[in-house]
């Protein structure tokens, strides 16, 4: 069984491995660039106060060159990973045996159903986790300076493609691409669904999963306004409300709300003496008026130290999922199948 | 007389629809048994159920008298239409069967691709039907199963790839001395091989037994017309017709038909299948012979 998944399974194998050979080439060239950067930058080895302007420098030493492309690729590559694995091995990979009838030549060899996509299963998740495993890896040490100069690795967008995180992606897009296969039993449609399925997959992490897997903490801090703050207003109705950038470097804000001293959210209204179009006092004036009205920051945020801890829990689920997925494929399999 | 196959009240729906409704027959062993029928009659469903593929909605199956499971490695399946791996050499087939049979022959399989003119090194998605259909009894008949099925192997191809198909098939069983089913609706091809027959007539069996036999006891009587109710002790109409003057008719009997007011014909294979697939339409089931096993 191991030989025939191999046979079946290379072509496309080796084409994404071959994708992923071209990225970890281009990371490991790179290599030297982003140290020698953080080294001559003044970055590497830097103490205090004075890394945040040395990590700036060297990011803006870093835009120019070829390691900034390939950071931005292998970012891209670990997010568009999932959805081909998905599409190019797992949704063919039952789906194809049941459109062109192969599936009752192989049935009727000395091997059990249960058995034939139980090696397939393990195959495939096997060769995605070390594939996403691999360029996650490499990616996370590559990376280690500018996420340090950058403290952003919490950062939604760069939080899944570092860590752990990616495998559990890959592998989960496989199984979901093989279990649609096995309900679809049509390789395109089972190949749109997938995508359907895994970009949502991708979407809905960030927007609900992650934050209620991290359980932000919420502060509640008087508002100064001596600091940079955004308003919009609408100049007939009064209506405003007024933004803050937190101060919380290298945590991930998942909500930042200006509130009154009941609680409530701040909307206004606005004196119009004071602020808008018709005021006469300018920024100042404003500034001053909104610092009366006693208002506070509330801020929801996961700390960066918990990075490990919520990569491992997203993680968990994930794999969770793909368990499930499984053992619902190997039983469909061999209970419901024709 | 051992069974290869046994149904009892076997039943398969897919939603409303009966693919095989109350099938009850015996398959004896050790013998090349043809499974003719009309399309719809249950054939194809039949052999699936048989060797794991589908299971039963109803009713009991026994295959080499178990419970039929898929990769079992006593049975071996050639489905219809011949499927194999378009993206797989004639030669990564055979390895195939190498790897996932235990009891697999590599000497017949590779003597038996040398025979046909099979291209080790040809990929089996531009092999033609014939070559297809080889290649899948092939593969079939190298893991040594107890029990080949065959589902309409020949049914796709061209009068000389069929008898090559047979020809080989024939081999099989005069070397390795394995009991093959084998469905078609072409009684043609399944005289040539078939030393045991079925007829299924709507998931029925509508008559089974010895070819030899089979051609020994049907005979057609033509005379004058008359009524058809007395036919006499041990003897069953199978199918009549009249014109004006004359009936014709289709008679199962043990006994040779003595009666000088009949003018009595041998009947080929072919007739006697065709006059009980025809025979069923008409008439109500308690019309139907009972093969005698």
């Not at chain 1, 069984?1 to 399974?9: A, G, K, N, S, V």
């Not at chain 2, 060797?51 to 490695?73: F, H, K, M, Q, Y």
């Not at chain 2, 003018?263 to 089931?285: C, F, H, K, N, W």
């Amino acid at each position: 069984m191991i030989w025939m998944t191999w046979r079946q399974f290379r072509t496309p194998a080796l084409a994404t491995g071959t994708l992923l050979l071209a990225l970890l080439g281009g990371l490991a060239l790179t290599w030297s660039e982003v140290t020698q950067l953080a080294r001559e930058t003044g970055y590497t080895g830097c103490q205090g106060d004075a890394c945040r302007a040395a990590g700036e420098a060297f990011l803006q030493a870093l835009q120019p060159g070829w390691a900034s492309e390939f950071h931005i690729a292998a970012i891209g590559a670990l997010y568009l990973l999932p959805a081909l694995v998905g599409i190019f091995w797992g949704a063919p990979l039952v789906a194809r045996e049941l459109e062109s009838g192969t599936y009752r030549m192989v049935f009727s060899q000395s091997v059990s159903r249960g058995r034939w996509l139980l090696v397939k299963l393990a195959a495939g998740c096997g060769a995605a986790a070390l594939g996403a495993g691999l360029l996650s890896l490499v990616l996370t040490e590559w990376a280690q300076p500018i996420d340090g100069a950058s403290a952003d690795r919490m950062n939604p967008l760069v939080f899944a493609a570092r860590g752990i995180v990616p495998v559990g992606y890959a592998t989960l897009a496989f199984v979901v691409g093989v279990a649609t296969g096995l309900l679809l039993r049509r390789t395109l449609a089972a190949m749109a669904v997938t995508l359907l399925v895994v970009i949502s997959l991708q979407i809905a992490a960030p927007f609900v999963v992650r934050p209620w897997l991290a359980q932000p903490v919420t502060t509640v801090s008087p508002l100064h306004f001596d600091g940079d703050f955004g308003i919009s207003m609408s100049p007939d109705t009064g209506r405003m409300t007024v933004h803050v950038e937190p101060d919380r470097r290298g945590d991930w804000i998942v909500s930042s709300t200006t509130i009154t001293s009941t609680g409530a959210e701040f909307t206004g209204p606005a004196d119009m003496t004071q602020c808008g179009p018709r005021a006469s006092g300018g920024r100042e004036a404003c500034q001053r008026w909104l610092g009366e009205q006693n208002l506070s920051l509330k801020v929801s945020y996961v700390p960066g130290s918990k990075f490990w801890d919520l990569q491992w829990r997203e993680f968990g689920v994930l794999f969770a999922l793909t368990v499930a997925l499984s053992l619902f494929s190997l039983w469909w399999v061999r209970r419901r199948l024709v | 007389m051992t069974s290869a196959l046994i149904a009892d009240g076997l039943t398969k729906r897919y939603g409303r629809r009966s693919a095989l409704k109350d099938c009850t027959l015996d398959i004896p062993a050790g013998h090349v048994v043809g499974l003719v029928g009309p399309n719809g009659a249950g054939k194809s469903t039949l052999l699936q159920l048989a060797c794991g593929l589908l299971d039963p909605t109803a009713g009991r199956i026994e295959v080499l008298g178990a419970r039929p499971v898929s990769g079992s490695p006593q049975v071996g399946f050639v489905a219809q239409d011949t499927p194999v791996y378009a993206g797989l050499t004639v030669a990564d087939h055979l390895r195939m069967g190498a790897h996932l049979n235990p009891s697999w022959d590599a000497a017949l399989a590779k003597r038996r691709i040398d025979q046909v003119g099979l291209d080790p090194a040809q990929k089996a998605g531009k092999l033609s039907g014939g070559q297809r259909a080889q290649l899948a009894l092939t593969v079939a008949a190298a893991k040594r199963p107890n029990l080949l099925l065959l589902d309409e192997p020949v049914a796709a191809l061209d009068p000389l790839a069929r008898r090559n198909f047979l020809q080989g098939l024939m081999e099989l069983t005069a070397e390795q001395g394995m009991s093959i089913v084998m469905s078609s609706h072409l009684v043609a091809d399944l005289e040539r091989v078939c030393d045991h027959l079925i007829v299924l007539v709507a998931s029925r069996v509508r008559v089974a037994g010895d070819v030899d036999d089979l051609l020994a006891t049907h005979h057609r009587l033509v005379g004058r017309r008359r009524d058809t109710a007395d036919l006499g002790a041990g003897r069953a109409l199978v199918e009549q017709s009249h014109t004006e003057v004359q009936s014709t008719l289709v008679v199962r009997s043990t006994a040779p038909i003595v009666d000088p007011s009949w003018q009595v014909d041998r009947l080929d294979l072919e007739d006697i299948v065709l006059a009980y697939m025809s025979g069923a339409t008409g008439d109500g089931p308690d019309r139907v012979l009972e093969g005698q096993r």
